[in-house]
């Protein structure tokens, strides 16, 4: 494979094959995925990896290639919330395509992470529950949040209720939030598509 970084050069945007391998002892699991953007290298691989949580949400079966026994691993089993990180043990890029010009609608940045390194999203109020990447700050935030109001209520007098008080509201919260920010990604990904698509007319003209 020729590994060309000219394809990303001047905003270009790319589609780049990742084979993601996962491993736990002796069990394994090899996944390809496709990620675009204009990133290359590490990005593309982390980005490749952020696809995973969206492709397993509910958990990943690992094989021993040798004896065929499967493991189910996922987030309750690992007790954290970016719990097929420690699960990485390699990646490669095979692929790398320029994107095909006058393709409206799939001028995707390659990761959540592109949009915070833009500006475009809070870093402090991600919380994983989008398109793509998990962050843990939010999370984490999140977290003392529910302990805040749990104190809250315990303060109000509502005794042994005050942990399922504080977790209600700290879901309801957590679930108003999401909508929003869910929102705000799927704006900022139009206006780059109509940018993309704007640019990609511009190279055409230039062709002719």
């Not at 970084?5 to 496709?34: D, F, H, P």
């Not at 919330?81 to 393709?103: M, R, S, V, Y």
């Not at 805040?148 to 879901?171: H, I, Q, R, V, W």
């Amino acid at each position: 494979m020729n590994y060309d970084r000219n394809l990303c050069y001047c905003a270009r945007m790319t589609e780049q094959r990742v084979v993601v391998t996962l491993g736990i002892w002796t069990y394994r699991k090899q996944v390809t995925v496709s990620v675009f953007g204009n990133c290359l290298g590490f990005d593309i691989i982390a980005g490749a990896l952020d696809q995973l949580y969206e492709l397993y949400p509910d958990g990943i079966t690992l094989e021993d290639p040798k004896t065929g026994k499967e493991l189910e691993v996922d987030e309750a089993s690992e007790e954290k919330t970016d719990w097929l990180h420690p699960l990485f043990i390699g990646a490669e890029i095979i692929d790398i395509q320029p994107e095909k010009k006058h393709l409206h609608g799939t001028a995707r940045f390659a990761t959540k992470r592109d949009l915070l390194n833009r500006g475009l999203l809070n870093d402090g109020l991600v919380f994983g529950q989008g398109k793509n990447a998990q962050n843990t700050r939010g999370t984490n935030e999140m977290n003392n949040l529910e302990k805040e109001l749990k104190n809250y209520f315990y303060d109000k007098g509502y005794g042994n209720e005050s942990e399922k008080e504080a977790a209600d509201m700290t879901a309801f919260l957590k679930s108003l939030i999401n909508k929003r920010l869910e929102a705000i990604e799927n704006a900022a990904e139009n206006i780059m598509d109509d940018l993309f698509t704007f640019r990609n007319s511009l190279f055409s003209e230039n062709d002719n």
